[in-house]
């Protein structure tokens, strides 16, 4: 008998009683939990579509109670993607234009309009504060003229920014249409909505511009305050373009353009939006305060653009409140891109957007309307003027605003 050979045999049954128990343990290891898969619902309004209102709305109601954002194609006239190169092309001047000239038409709280300087607007709760977003914009309000620098490179960019705000204001009336159909309106009225907004009254158009950063080293970054002039500052870990916000701004329905492909169809637009997906998996945790748990995602570009082009639309804080909670106002940001070999002193690319704020006028009160298409407060709601005075106080810097005649506390 060879006795090697037993010995050999003992040995190998061994080895592989040891591989199958190290394979059992691999296969029995906690698999890392992914984030969940953001869908953006998305309506086409061309006429093509084949879609009727209906159809529309109920696609619009269910985004907007979910997710709270959804993806327009095809928004109309002057909105295609030739209308938005030109937009954002007519920014870009008025970003080249010295920071004195700008800052002479600095941002104007009462009315919304005017340039904001880089780091000049905080959103977001004070918690989560930093230092003051890492952006510059003009937004342009009731008075166009007024809103830009008196010596602007091209007196023709007044006519094509009317234009633009003008296309943006019919598309928003387009979508109040459907916000009517998706909520049932009181009294079934077809203009409830509609009829509450006004052009060149509240509405706003603003072009924003996020510069490029070098990325800061470890030391770098540790000797940075809050206050660190932008010109030499260098984008750190606890740095954000725009802090976490309902809505951008905290208006009631939000248009927004992000930079569109070149006309041989390269693409130019930089990640940097995120929505905040709560669920108990979550490594994050809700910017309210309220300990829930989520996922910061980036926002999905919309599938099928055509040369007609297409928006993505939001809620905030106030048509939550006056939709009666049936349309969803969803936490979101503006992240500084942060490619993982990125090294020290390399630079964070540039972005740019372009938004509109559909606003009511200021004497409407925010009414909420139940599922039944009634009002669920008779009295005592907010006026749309009160909410945007607080919006703008806790934007800028001041904690207490007068809404009416008694001041009112900001609540970070």
């Known amino acids: 008998m060879d006795n090697s050979r037993g010995r050999r ?33 998305t309506i086409d309004l061309a006429p093509s579509s084949g879609k009727s209102d209906a159809e529309l709305a109920e696609t619009l109601l269910q985004a907007l109670n979910t997710v709270g954002f959804l993806h327009v194609l095809n928004p109309g006239p002057g909105l295609t993607q030739k209308d938005v190169r030109g937009i954002f092309d007519v920014g870009s001047k008025l970003f080249e234009v ?32 930093f230092r003051g977003d890492l952006k510059e914009s003009f937004s342009i309000g009731p008075s166009t003229i007024s809103s830009v620098p008196a010596n602007i490179p091209d007196t023709t960019l007044i006519g094509q920014l009317e234009d633009f705000r003008q296309s943006c204001f019919d598309c928003g009336l387009r979508l109040l249409d459907l916000f009517t159909l998706a909520l049932k309106t009181p009294e079934g009225d077809p203009s409830y909505f509609r009829s509450k907004h006004t052009y060149h009254n509240n509405e706003s158009l603003r072009l924003i511009h996020y ?10 970054e540790g000797v940075q305050g809050k206050s660190t002039n932008w010109g030499e500052l260098k984008i750190g870990e606890k740095d954000i373009r725009a802090v976490v ?14 930079s569109p492909p070149t006309e041989a169809g390269q693409p130019t637009a930089v990640e940097g939006l995120e929505i905040f997906v709560a669920r108990p998996d979550g490594p994050a945790e809700a910017p309210d305060g309220s300990g829930r748990k989520g996922w910061w995602i980036p926002a999905p ?21 006056w939709s009666g909670g049936q349309f969803k106002a969803t936490w979101h940001r503006v992240v500084c891109p942060n490619p993982p070999d990125l090294a020290a002193g390399q ?21 909420p309307i139940n599922s039944a298409g009634k009002p669920a407060v008779a009295e005592g709601c907010m006026t749309s003027g009160e909410f945007f005075r607080l919006r703008m106080a806790r934007g800028y810097g001041k904690d207490e605003v007068t809404a009416g005649d008694e001041p009112v506390t900001v609540k970070a």
């Not at 591989?19 to 898969?37: D, E, G, K, N, Y």
């Not at 916000?245 to 992000?258: A, D, I, S, V, Y």
């Open 9 to 41: 045999k003992v040995h190998s049954d061994a080895y592989l009683s040891r591989l199958q128990s190290s394979q059992h343990r691999t296969l029995t290891m906690p698999v890392a939990i992914q984030p969940p898969t953001l869908d953006i619902p």
């Open 98 to 129: 010295p920071l004195k000239e700008k800052e002479a038409v600095g941002f104007d709280v009462e009315t919304g309009a005017g340039y904001t300087s880089m780091m000049g607007q905080t959103t977001g709760a004070k918690a989560h504060r």
């Open 211 to 220: 510069p490029a950063f070098p990325r800061a080293s470890k030391d770098e």
């Open 245 to 258: 916000e309902l809505t951008f701004g905290g208006m009631h329905r939000t248009l927004l353009f992000q």
């Open 301 to 321: 570009a919309p599938k099928d653009v055509t040369d007609g082009g297409s928006i993505l639309v939001n809620v905030g804080a106030s048509m939550e409140i």
């Open 347 to 367: 630079v964070l690319p540039g972005r740019k957007s372009v938004v509109f704020f559909m606003i009511p006028n200021h004497d409407v009160h925010l009414t």
